[in-house]
């Protein structure tokens, strides 16, 4: 009897320990810190280029001056080394690491004012190589100078830059001159897009590139002739351009009577499709009635059925006890942040609560009077998760408690960093905005299962992460110009 006994205690404590074991294991992880890095007031800016065969690059930057710091898998700083830019009025418009090869894109200005665009490989200790050019646009001083914006296929195998033309005529048109590379610099497809709106009724909320080399830009129309409440006012339109048949072509997506509150774009190369989902109204532009999902093939580049679906009242009633904005059956003050692709072709949105409050406030000045200005406050709040199924079904729909404001910041601790780990997706964000500040890390799994941690005590800019493969997310943390680089790996 007494070893009977024994033996159940043992297997009940085995069992006990197996599932803490496997608890944990949702969260299994090292958190690795770099040594404090000072940053100057000339370099204070700070991006994650990528993962390379030789460690961690990260680009330190200001106005003028550029480095490339290398760290190792260890997270000490190998070396710190200048960027030079030659050129009259040069100015660096994007570093990528496709591959293995950092990438630099960069432009400078003739005495004709016409900005041509390149770009160099660049060796690990900062060296370029022989330039390509990529195009030119005229740039007379007295208009817009526009940025080139590049995008890599998800294999990382090509690069897409593009630019918005200006000074066009007529007005009532735009172009978007595209150029598609390899990562050896190889043009594979160039193409002049016309977009047939006023310069200022429009702009392109993503953009994204196939492992093919296609483009795809969400664009989103504001029609000023119409009145605010006429759900046309505010359109969304699919452009692509695909570089074999070297065409283009546009899809309309919106819902007719039903307002479109906010769309994401995201390539889904497993299944062979370009998935668009957002959220609609069936009242106004800033509240949410339902989901909706639509797929353009990559195969025949047909525009699959529409599906949506109206959020459930049992849903609604959970988030008036969450104590989240929601009147007359709909959500309020939600945009959709994020995209993640299911493996089934189903998507799962991830949307934030956000809004910006402005507070004027008196200040002295030398006439011994006050001066009335303004303090913007950037409130960052609680997240929506939606996991859609194909048919537009909602699989499950769940709520992360979350209170930001901050001021005058940039939005680098605020809001989220996201990583996908296999059946998993985490959310890692800033609890207190302050030097008490806990980082927070949110587990879901695809079920919509949920598990909450504490990380650690410190400030993370989760606006310039970055998840280097399946099993790392990098942060960076600043505070007070100390640089230290945050690893999680999984």
């Known amino acids: 009897m007494k070893t009977f006994v024994h033996n159940r205690i043992y297997k009940a404590l085995f069992i006990l320990l197996l599932f803490s074991f496997l608890s944990e294991g949702v969260f299994a992880q090292n958190i690795s810190w770099s040594p404090v890095h000072k940053l100057s007031k ?140 390899t990562t050896n610099l190889q043009r594979i497809g160039e193409k002049e897009i016309r977009i047939p709106f006023k310069k200022s009724t429009w702009r392109i909320e993503n953009f994204v590139l196939d492992n093919n080399g296609n483009s795809y ?91 949506y679906q109206k959020i459930d009242s049992a849903f609604l009633v959970k ?34 609560s956000e809004y910006e409050i402005n507070k004027p406030y008196n200040a002295p000045n030398v006439y011994n009077t006050y001066t009335t200005n303004t303090i913007t406050y950037y409130h960052y709040n609680d997240i929506l998760i939606f996991s859609i199924n194909p048919d537009g079904s909602v699989h499950w729909n769940k709520v992360v408690k979350k209170r930001q404001v901050s001021r005058e910041n940039d939005g680098y601790y605020t809001s989220y960093s996201l990583s996908i780990r296999r059946d998993r997706i985490f959310l890692i964000f800033n609890d207190d905005i302050s030097r008490n500040n806990n980082v927070v890390q949110y587990s879901i799994s695809n079920k919509g299962e949920i598990n909450v941690r504490n990380l650690f005590k410190d400030i993370i800019a989760t606006g310039l992460s970055m998840q280097l493969g399946e099993d790392e997310i990098l942060i960076p943390s600043i505070y007070r110009s100390n640089l230290r680089l945050v690893k999680l790996q999984y």
């Open 42 to 181: 000339k370099t204070g800016a700070v991006e994650i280029i990528g993962k390379s065969n030789q460690g961690y690059l990260i680009h330190i930057f200001g106005s003028k001056e550029h480095f490339i710091a290398l760290y190792d898998v260890n997270m000490k700083q190998e070396w710190i080394k200048p960027l030079i830019l030659e050129g009259k009025s040069v100015r660096l418009e994007e570093i990528i690491l496709p591959k293995d090869t950092m990438i630099m894109i960069y432009s400078t200005v003739g005495e004709d004012y016409i900005r041509s665009y390149y770009a160099r490989k660049l060796s690990f200790d900062g060296r370029p190589s022989k330039p390509v050019k990529i195009g030119e646009l005229d740039v007379d001083s007295r208009q817009v100078d526009p940025r080139m914006r590049v995008k890599l296929s998800k294999d990382r195998t090509k690069i897409l830059c593009y630019l918005k033309r200006p000074n066009e005529k007529p007005e009532n048109t735009r172009t978007l001159l595209c150029h598609v590379f």
């Open 319 to 352: 988030l008036v006890a969450e104590r989240i904005s929601a009147h007359n059956g709909e959500i309020n003050d939600f945009t959709i942040k994020d995209m993640v692709l299911r493996d089934d072709g189903g998507i799962i949105l991830i949307a934030e």
């Open 217 to 307: 830009f969400l664009i989103r129309y504001r029609n000023t002739k119409l009145k605010k409440s006429n759900p046309f006012r505010k359109q969304f339109f699919l452009y692509e351009y695909l570089i074999e048949q070297d065409i283009t072509n546009n899809y309309d997506l919106n819902l007719g009577e039903k307002y479109v509150s906010s769309v994401k774009l995201n390539i889904d190369n497993l299944n062979k499709k370009v998935s668009v989902g957002g959220f609609y109204s069936d009242n106004s532009f800033y509240s949410i009635t339902g989901t909706f999902n639509l797929c353009v093939d990559l195969e025949t580049s047909k525009l699959l059925p529409l599906a």
